[in-house]
Each structure stands twice: as structure tokens, then as C-alpha cells.
């Protein structure tokens, strides 16, 4: 059983707030990732880490950006949300080398 | 630069077998997954290959070629909640995973 936890499970919020979206691992793993998927489409790669203050920006360009302090949370931030954001962001970890990765269970979020 | 297919769309029938493809183009390859995504959740592993044949586990094996740059999942036996997505994902060098947009596997009764 995976231990991988992403508050809010659910957002929906107005144009300009700033967001911070949660995610912690219990699993002491090194590398953590960030991805994107809009519904129906495939996940996209948006930020990852493989350990304490590094990070990295993925495939996908976002305006988002993450800090990984501590090996155990790596939150994602967006300073002023927009509609296009509207999206379900998914939080993973995995250990060193490419073993599987596991995932949170999502953050929908939803900017009016 | 990365590129995953796979089939959009796949229907079978309970206790039939599928086989759902994935071709896949990637620099610096390092193995391949595969997920199954249920609708409003998050993926969840299946299997993991790196070096060529066959992986089996209980229902559900996995096929790679490095040469062919070809991947498959045997389902057997499905069951009506095998109903999901089911996701090819490439690792790159960097081991982060490149995913496929998903085959989408229904079970009719």
C-alpha cells in the first residue's frame, strides 16, 4: 500500500487567487514528480525532483512551480490562477533507478 | 523526443482474453510500464519491463521487444472491472515515465 497523500482532493476557486497544492510521501523516496492530466487525456509530466532542493521542469511548460525542502512534501504552487488551469493534477515518488512510481490520489481543481 | 501509441478503444467480453498494444519511440529508454487507470482515480501499477520476453503476474502479463520498440498487456480471464484505461509508459534516461494517452477497455457482460 502506497503512502502518498495530495490535499485538496478537490478546489474550485476564482481567476487571479493563489493556490498551494499538497503532497507528502511516507515512503522516504528520493524522486517525486508532478503531472497533468485533462480528462480523457494522457498525463503530462510538469515538474519533478529527485531529492531534497532539486527540481526540475517536465515535458508539459506550466506556470506552475514547486520547492522540494523536505524529502517528504513537494507542493506545487500556482500564483494566480487561471480557467486554462482548470485541470487534475497528480503527485508521484519512486525510488532511486526506474522502479514504479506511485501515485496520490489526484487534486481536481477547477478555476472559474 | 517521445512517442507512445497505443489504441484508443477496446471492448471484450467477461472471462475472454485482450491483448492491448503499445509502440513506443523514446531516447535513452529504460524500461516500460503499465497502468490501469479507473475514471476519477489515479494510476495504479501493473507491470514493469526492461529487458525483452515475457513478465506474467496472476491475470495479467506483459510483453516487451527493445528492438521492435513493442509492448503489449494480456488480460485474461476479464472481469467487468477490468473496465479502465490502461496506460503505456516509456522511461527515459532520467527514468521519468512518458505516458501514452491510454487505451480504454470495456467489459460487456
Known amino acids: 500500500e502506497a503512502d502518498i497523500y495530495q490535499t485538496p482532493r478537490y478546489l474550485v476557486i476564482g481567476t487571479g487567487k493563489k493556490i498551494t497544492l499538497e503532497c507528502s510521501q511516507t515512503m522516504g523516496h528520493d524522486k517525486m514528480y508532478w503531472y497533468q492530466q485533462d480528462p480523457g487525456m494522457e498525463l503530462h509530466l510538469i515538474h519533478y525532483?529527485?531529492?531534497?532542493?532539486?527540481?526540475e521542469k517536465g515535458d508539459l511548460s506550466s506556470e506552475s512551480t514547486v520547492s522540494r525542502i523536505r524529502t517528504e512534501h513537494f507542493p506545487l504552487t500556482l500564483e494566480s490562477a487561471r480557467p486554462s488551469h482548470t485541470s487534475q493534477y497528480l503527485c508521484a515518488s519512486s525510488e532511486p533507478g526506474a522502479d514504479e512510481q506511485f501515485f496520490g490520489p489526484g487534486t481536481r481543481l477547477t478555476v472559474l | 523526443g517521445q512517442n507512445i501509441d497505443q489504441p484508443t478503444e477496446m471492448t471484450a467480453t467477461e472471462g475472454a482474453i485482450v491483448q492491448i498494444n503499445c509502440t513506443y519511440q523514446t531516447s535513452g529508454f529504460n524500461g516500460l510500464f503499465w497502468y490501469q487507470q479507473h475514471a476519477g482515480e489515479a494510476p495504479t501499477f501493473l507491470s514493469y519491463?526492461?529487458?525483452?520476453g515475457l513478465e506474467e503476474k496472476g491475470r495479467f502479463s506483459s510483453f516487451l521487444s527493445r528492438s521492435k520498440g513493442y509492448s503489449y498487456l494480456l488480460l485474461k480471464e476479464l472481469q467487468m472491472k477490468d473496465s479502465a484505461s490502461y496506460l503505456c509508459a516509456a522511461a527515459n534516461s532520467g527514468y521519468a515515465l512518458n505516458f501514452g494517452k491510454g487505451t480504454s477497455l470495456l467489459v460487456t457482460p
Open positions: 519491463n526492461v529487458l525483452d
Open positions: 525532483s529527485y531529492g531534497v532542493n532539486s527540481t
